[in-house]
């Protein structure tokens, strides 16, 4: 069965310090995995979408991993900022030719306090 | 309006009564999808239409009605929810249906529905 479990559920850090989310998938065959963050009241938005081939891609503070042997990625935010406090969702597409073959994970909500 | 925009944001409805979601997107796009977001749960896709023809129905109880009248609109239409039908509903829009990698989703604001 293709899943995506997210690590941990919640998070809560100080601002300026560095955070490391985590993405586990079991999802065959795999095209693509995104990293979305969606603010309360608001809709996904994306940061950054990796492909087999690529381990490691920077979005501004935010910068996303993938191990495509072990099916894991994950999602190092840097030096955060109070306006990071959003959930985060791990997105894996499992077929290259379609777009409606997406598997979410239940995200990680993340609270960054003053 | 840019993007995707979805309306109302917020709708509290009884379980017999007859409500529509509004979605648009200005980004020019043939895909439009439905989304259903509960808590704790991961995001649940509902319906896709490609091209205003709709290509998903992921068994979806028949008291959500999809309509694509063109690829710039999307309605869901409801009538006799239940409780447990109470979620975050997003509007999502991509260039088409294919090519996973090129066709990021775009996402609306959602509409929080209550049902009583």
């Known amino acids: 069965k293709n899943q995506v479990e997210q690590s941990p559920q919640s998070l809560i850090i100080l601002e300026g310090k560095n955070c490391t989310l985590q993405c586990n998938y079991t999802v065959s065959p795999f095209s693509n995995l995104r990293w979305y963050k969606q603010d309360t009241g608001r809709g996904p938005v994306s940061l950054t979408i990796?492909?087999?081939?690529?381990n490691t891609k920077s979005n501004g503070r935010y910068t996303a991993t993938l191990d495509a042997d072990t099916k894991q990625s994950s999602l190092h935010i840097t030096a955060s900022q109070l306006s990071d406090s959003a959930s985060y969702i791990c997105v894996v597409s499992s077929d290259g030719g379609s777009q409606g073959n997406l598997i979410f994970g239940k995200g990680t909500k993340l609270s960054v306090k003053p | 309006e840019t993007g995707v925009t979805q309306t109302p944001r917020h709708l509290v409805m009884g379980m017999t009564n007859k409500k529509s979601l509004k979605c648009e997107q200005h980004l020019g796009h043939n895909a439009m999808y439905w989304y259903k977001q509960s808590a704790k749960k991961p995001l649940e896709l509902m319906f896709v239409?490609?091209?205003?023809?709709?290509?998903e129905n992921n068994s979806v109880p028949s008291r959500f009605s999809p309509e694509c009248p063109n690829s710039s609109h999307l309605f869901l239409h409801l009538h006799t929810l239940q409780p447990e039908d109470s979620a975050l509903y997003l509007c999502?829009?991509?260039?088409?249906?294919?090519?996973?990698?090129?066709?990021?989703?775009?996402f609306g604001p959602g509409t929080r529905l209550t049902v009583l």
């Open positions: 239409y490609n091209f205003k023809e709709q290509t």
């Open positions: 999502a829009s991509s260039q088409d249906k294919g090519l996973a990698f090129y066709n990021e989703q775009f």
């Open positions: 990796m492909t087999f081939s690529e």
